[in-house]
């Protein structure tokens, strides 16, 4: 790549950068990928490569998050029913210890 065509990526890359708009300026990197210096390609990969690791991290993290939660909710739920079987249980007592006493 010439010096000027360096400079004319670099100047289009740096209007880019100044409307603020990360996903654009990300997409021409893509767009431009062939076009970098080699050493600035290896950089923008390593980039790339971060940010998609991070997400599937937080991915990850996220269902790992719902899987917890889903635990919590099913050992509630789990916890409910037996205080109903014992609440059950005492009662069936009750009236068993009653009908003994009437006899």
């Known amino acids: 790549m010439s ?9 289009e890359f740096c209007q880019v950068m100044q409307a603020g708009d990360e996903a654009k300026a990300k997409d021409f990197l893509v767009e431009n ?12 990969a390593l ?21 917890q939660e889903r635990g919590l909710k099913v ?3 789990l916890e ?3 205080k109903q079987l014992e609440d059950k249980l005492k009662a069936m007592d009750v009236e068993e210890s009653i009908n003994a006493s009437d006899k």
């Open 80 to 82: 409910n029913a037996k």
């Open 47 to 67: 980039l790339l490569f971060e940010e998609g690791l991070g997400k599937l991290i937080n991915d990850k993290d996220q269902k790992v998050a719902e899987f």
């Open 3 to 11: 010096d000027v065509a360096a400079a004319a990526l670099y100047d």
């Open 33 to 44: 990928y062939d076009k970098l210096p080699e050493k600035v390609q290896g950089e923008v």
């Open 75 to 77: 050992a509630q739920e």
